[in-house]
């Protein structure tokens, strides 16, 4: 078959099911979820078995370690996948809720009730477990999803694919509920972002690259996913201890993420008395500190940071530093070099508490806490489909209910208009 | 200037200004608003003045009378923007509101609070009340807004946006709060499309060569305002006199706006007793019928519809008839055909009113209402900037809620990720 109708018989199979998916009620969308989750167990070895293809393609490519290890599916992991699934059934779901009813003077009962997107597409790379994930999510809130993972992971999405199309199919649910795109073609993604008559949403998630393609492309509404450039801000009146800790569990406990620290900012009234000991401290945990000038005055054998740096996302050991005039000066790096994700203030002073959580245009903004706690599961969400950084539909963590949108219902005793 | 140059400058000026709107109190754009409403008012000779430059151009070209009258301002139309602009001061703000907040077991208070979505541009057809109107609404909302109208009205918007802008300069506010582009040249609209490091939404209102042009150009985010092609079905079990008088209503009360029918769906256990008469009452009231086949059996003298009817938005007094055999064929017509807009049935069958409610997928489903009160006014959410017709973000009439996002706050003591 030709690519584009191929990927077509896709969207409209996906639209299809969408309208079917809409109408479900929670205990049948859970009986599917736990299928799947179920599968997933039984059928271990064979995925191990086809995740093996994909080690051993990118053992041949060259890839590092660190892409490797994210690739690999072992037991644990599948165990994992499946757990999350079931976590999944357990949410409460969030199609139905009736968000707000109210009556008008002339007796219309006007409410907001919480439907299903329809059909979402997700563009991915790399991690297989996304593909169950994003499935799930998708299900638990009523919609059908079209799966495109990265091609270094094939075998991997489809052998899961796979199983989770046969839990469906058991549960007597239409097979375009969940579908994975097979082909690694990069002209199938241009194909699927121009169905905007059958595909509702558009979620990417990776790198930058993958994101300008995408919007550029896409006809359909796109909810992005885009880099962690986050930073936590020492005031001068900070607990410099709690300050310590905060900025170094959010460089340091798990570098890799989008929610880790990128930049530390430090007051200029207490960079002597704080920077000496924390920048010892990140050094003996591995970490290579780029500073501005005045760090470097700190401490001479710090490396100077180049203005590219302010706006790079390392994900991994190493940490820009800034020493700035005061609160202002903080926000506006904050606001211009950050990738509006997470930042946090360390600070005892409430009237700079207050203008922090004001002023600091992002999807978490902290007071006293690791930027590492923005996460569905760590907010209380459930899982999550991941983080968007754009402002429309959904900001910050995206949990089932962020998976669906709303219609206005009007219950009314033969009015009309005059 | 160059035209690239010029309106990167007007985007530029508009993210400043929306940081400085971002943190405005609600007594401070309440200001502006009023003194914008003032301005109006007291400056009616001069906006008159320059419209009649419209006028005499359309009539040149040879423009409808309609769309000549949708874009004269007199003095009562102009009184109804001030008095629009005061309203939308009275309004509650809302910005700063928390949606929820929650604490969760390692002591961290999670909230949702409501902020401004940044820079909104807005792209629109023929009438100039949309200047005043988005302008208003936006800054309500704490965002700064570039307008950009069409180029049939280019001197009354000119004129409307100059006593705009005079007024924003008397109460303080940064220029960039509401601009207008004030070029016709169409490529001005293609370079704002791409300024998504400085725009944030755009909202395009008008026939769907405007929305396609605009989404496929576009990598800022979308919220479409699209037709409605919107649909009333009479169920078998209907009060058929309610019937009668909400499908007139929604017909003939105002039928060049987006919430009125297009196409009446009538079951076919009743189509004998209903449509003679509901028929010979549209006729005298001018509305042509346009039949299915048991239609033109029912009235030999209605013309037959064609597959385009099922999807037009005739704007005006046309209207489709069909007879379908049940709720289900209802449905899946209006699911099909229509523009997920605004749908109504008629019924007194509980478990049928319920149905509908549940498995149309428009903005707006109503059980005994006419579909005209789809509306941001008459749905008590105070002005609206325009209805929505996509599922991301804002579905159905759109008011300075809809005009903000959410971002989460997170109030730690201390709290660092295990």
Redesign the interface.
Known sequence: MELREEVLKIAKQAKEAA?KL??LSSTAKNEALLRMAENLEARKDEIQEKNRRDIIFAEKKGLSRALIDRLTLNEKRITQMSDSLKEIAKLEDPVGRIESM?R?PNG?L?GRIR?P??VIGIIYESRPNVTVDAAGLCLKAGNAVILRGGSEAINSNIALSDVLSEAIEEVGLPPGCAQLIKTTDRKAVEEMLKL?EYI??IIPRGGESLIQMV??NS?I???KHYKGVCHVYVDEEA?LK?AE??A???KV??PGVCNAMETLLVNEKIADKFLPKMIQRFKDAGVEIRGDEITCRIDPNVKKATEEDWSTEYLGLILSVKVVSGIDEAIAHI?RYGSHHSDAIVTKSYSRSRKF???V??????????T???DGG???LGAEIGIST????A???MGAGELT?????????????Q
């Open positions: 309208q809409a109408n109210w008008r219309l006007i439907v997107l329809g905007d509702d949403v919007t550029k006809t509404p796109v909810i607990d709690m800790e905060i170094f569990n959010a406990q798990r606001n959580l004001q002023e245009d992002s999807a978490a903004v902290y007071v006293n806490a690791s590492r706690f923005t760590e907010f209380g754009q402002k429309l539909h900001r910050g963590p949108t709303t219609k206005f219902i009007v219950l009314g005793e033969g009015q009309v208009r």
